[in-house]
Antibody, heavy 125, light 106 residues
Framework: QVQLQESGPGLVKPSETLSLTCTVS????????WSWIRQPPGKRLECIGY???????NYNPSFKSRVTISIDTSKNQFSLKLSSVTAADTAMYYC???????????????????WGPGTMVTVSS | SYELTQPPSVSVSPGQTASITCSGD??????TCWYQQKPGQSPLLVIY???KRPSGIPERFSGSNSGNTATLTISGAQAMDEADYYC?????????FGGGTKLTVL
């Protein structure tokens, strides 16, 4: 079955760029949307953005100026870059596969069916 | 921005029925998903498209969505169902989560 695994530094300095990679195993990355979600300690889950296997992206407006999500279908991986981080970006970061449905001539994402175990990222000097 | 509101906590006795609500403007017009999250684990999808259960999710989990409220119902709650539950829906360009409900089975 499809499994996801996040990887990347667990500690990032303020003002620097947070970089994470999600590796998809047990299935192809093609044909799906993929997403990054985070959960600050004691707070709600928050979708950062998502990417289609073709490379088209959609970002949460709260992050739009700082975030880049990219995909490498040859490696079955997708990645997150979040720039100018502060302590408020300290969180558990998850990657997930996105569920979508077809309607009105387009595909619309609506949920997440497979999640990685998550990786804790702390922003501190 | 779109907001989803859940009660912070719900308690249920073992074997009884627990209902967790999720409120949002015209939520019934959108697909809602529900996730179970136990301490130290990633979220697990338990309901999608308002009322469908993924393979492996027990039948005691059910969902509904109408008007401004979606509801997750756990019939015959068990100790293993004690967890945080999050609702989630799509809005414009992003997917939004509720604040989560801590379900206590005692």
């Amino acid at each position: 079955q499809v499994q996801l695994q996040e990887s990347g530094p667990g500690l990032v300095k303020p003002s620097e760029t947070l970089s994470l990679t999600c590796t998809v195993s047990g299935g192809s990355i093609s044909g799906y949307y993929w997403s990054w979600i985070r959960q600050p300690p004691g707070k709600r889950l928050e979708c950062i953005g998502y990417i289609y296997y073709s490379g088209s992206t959609n970002y949460n407006p709260s992050f739009k100026s700082r975030v880049t999500i990219s995909i490498d279908t040859s490696k079955n991986q997708f990645s997150l870059k979040l720039s100018s981080v502060t302590a408020a970006d300290t969180a558990m970061y998850y990657c997930a596969r996105v569920l979508d449905y077809y309607g009105s001539g387009s595909y619309t994402p609506y949920g997440f069916d497979i999640w990685g175990p998550g990786t804790m990222v702390t922003v501190s000097s | 921005s779109y907001e989803l509101t859940q009660p912070p906590s719900v308690s249920v006795s073992p074997g009884q029925t627990a209902s967790i609500t999720c409120s949002g403007d015209k939520l019934g017009d959108r697909y809602t998903c529900w996730y179970q999250q136990k301490p130290g684990q990633s979220p697990l999808l338990v309901i999608y498209q308002d009322r469908k259960r993924p393979s492996g999710i027990p039948e005691r989990f059910s969902g509904s969505n109408s008007g401004n409220t979606a509801t997750l119902t756990i019939s015959g709650a068990q100790a293993m169902d004690e967890a945080d539950y999050y609702c989630q829906a799509w809005d414009s360009s992003t997917l939004v989560f509720g604040g989560g409900t801590k379900l206590t089975v005692l």
